[in-house]
């Protein structure tokens, strides 16, 4: 079971939005609308952002937003801020009570 | 708000055995699966398994299957994940979370527990 795939990094200037991939197989994201997508702050707790593609948890900010085309997930943040700048992972269900993750993608907020 | 209290760092050596664990609130954990959720040095996160702690079936990812052990105490409302030979390419945190089965999504974490595994 190969982790997803997503960009190593990803960089925007404060205002801008940026948009990370995360591409699996017909065997995960392509078979299920159950991708959810964290923000990681290292030393903290991830921080859930989106579920089932494009659902958003109470409190998260509109910024966030999330779609899926085929076996590509992907999540999008407007008006980027400085507070923004951590790393996010993909997650997706991939049958038979497995989930697996992407690589992770680095943003920086120039 | 949910929330998921891990046992601390800790350093051991290969071959010893070890068992942390993410302790919730009686409503935290019933009727809810757990996971845990490993990052080794410098990597991304990777799912190891999922408990229920109502009645302690366990799924494994297939990486760790046979590697780590999950079980649960449901009358104290912990969950744990357990080794019993460390190796060095243990050492990582060791992440605990509250799965919402029907979305398929993590939505409460623990702080993490640094494991060094280290002669």
């Known amino acids: 079971q190969s982790a997803l795939t997503q960009p190593a990094s990803v960089s925007g200037s404060p205002g801008q939005s940026i948009t990370i991939s995360c591409t699996g197989t017909s065997s995960d994201v392509g078979s299920y609308n159950l991708v959810s997508w964290y923000q990681y702050h290292p030393g903290k707790a991830p921080k859930v952002l989106i579920y089932e593609v494009r659902e958003r948890p109470s409190g998260v900010s509109i910024r966030f937003s999330g779609s899926k085309s085929g076996d590509t997930a992907s999540l999008t943040i407007s008006g980027l801020q400085a507070e923004d700048e951590a790393d996010y992972y993909c997650c997706s269900y991939a049958g038979t009570s497995t989930w697996v993750f992407g690589e992770g993608t680095k943003l920086t907020v120039l | 708000e949910v929330q998921l209290g891990q046992s601390g760092a800790v350093v051991k050596k290969p071959g010893e055995s070890l068992r942390i664990s993410c302790k919730g609130s009686p409503h935290s954990f019933t009727d809810h699966w757990i996971a845990w959720v490993r990052q080794m040095p410098g990597k991304g996160l990777e799912w190891m398994g999922i408990i229920y702690p109502d009645d302690s079936d366990t799924r494994y990812s297939p990486s760790f299957e046979g590697r780590v052990i999950v079980s649960a105490d449901k009358s104290i409302s912990t969950a744990y994940l357990q080794w019993t030979s460390l190796r060095a390419s243990d050492t990582a945190m060791y992440f605990c979370?509250?799965?919402?089965?029907?979305?398929?999504?993590?939505?409460?974490w623990g702080q993490g527990t640094l494991v060094t595994v280290s002669s």
């Open positions: 979370a509250r799965l919402v089965g029907s979305s398929s999504y993590l939505d409460s």
